[in-house]
């Protein structure tokens, strides 16, 4: 089993440009997420959805977008690239919403 | 406002000796405590908590949830250069939020 798997594993955006962060998982789990870490800040929701078909907003939704296409996979849409979005990235899945979490490895993105 | 505070922010100690360290929280409508080890990457899981007084363990490491005292403590005996990480605390509520603290930076030298 790969577990969480994500990619791209790094990115440079210049300001304004678009990109989505894909996110995949084996372990036929309801629930995934998205966060971002930031140095001092620790990570923070983005996004979340409990299970297949919803998605709700986190703590800091604003300049992301979501889709959950299937059980499997959960992608993170940026629509116009800030420089506050440079960021490590990570997405997690759990069997349900409050359980543990399994992270990917993460995507470190620089926005110029 | 909901909020996750850990300390100390960092510390460092020999192999062998027992660290403790601290998880306290602000959030209402409290479901779960969850400890994660993050070494160079991705967070890995190591407690969930949802229950005061009961101590859950794994070798090593224990920890334990005071819902009175909206706190929680991991316990780390014995320690090892292995144990060298930092270590997250989260927790979440019924409304579906999970917040994270910024972590305790630990340091074990041999």
Redesign the interface.
């Known amino acids: 089993n790969a577990g969480v798997t994500q990619t791209p594993k790094f990115q440079v955006l210049k300001t304004g440009q678009s990109m989505t962060l894909q996110c995949a998982q084996d372990m036929n789990h309801n629930s995934m ?1 998205w ?1 971002r870490q930031d140095p ?6 983005i996004y ?1 959805s ?1 299970s297949e078909g919803t998605t ?1 907003k ?2 800091v939704p604003n300049g992301y977008n979501v889709s959950r296409l299937n059980k499997r996979e959960f992608s993170l849409r940026l629509e116009s690239a800030a420089p506050s979005q440079t960021s490590v990235y ?1 997405c997690a899945s759990s069997e349900n ?10 995507t470190r993105l620089t926005v110029t | 406002e909901d909020k996750v505070v850990q300390s100390p922010l960092s510390l460092v100690v020999h192999e062998g000796d027992t660290v403790t360290l601290n998880c306290s929280y602000e959030v209402t409508n409290f479901r779960s405590l969850l400890w994660y080890k993050q070494e160079k990457k991705a967070p890995t899981f190591l407690f969930m908590l949802t229950s005061s007084g009961i101590e859950k363990k794994s070798g090593r490491l224990s920890s334990i949830l005071d819902k009175k005292e909206l706190s929680s403590i991991l316990n780390i005996t014995a320690t090892q250069t292995g144990d060298s990480a930092i270590y997250l605390c989260a927790v979440s509520n019924t409304g579906n939020q999970f917040y994270f603290g910024t972590g305790t930076s630990l340091t074990v030298i041999p």
């Open positions: 997420y966060y001092g800040m620790g990570l923070r929701l979340y409990a709700d986190g703590e990570f919403f409050w359980y543990e979490q399994y992270f990917g490895p993460g």
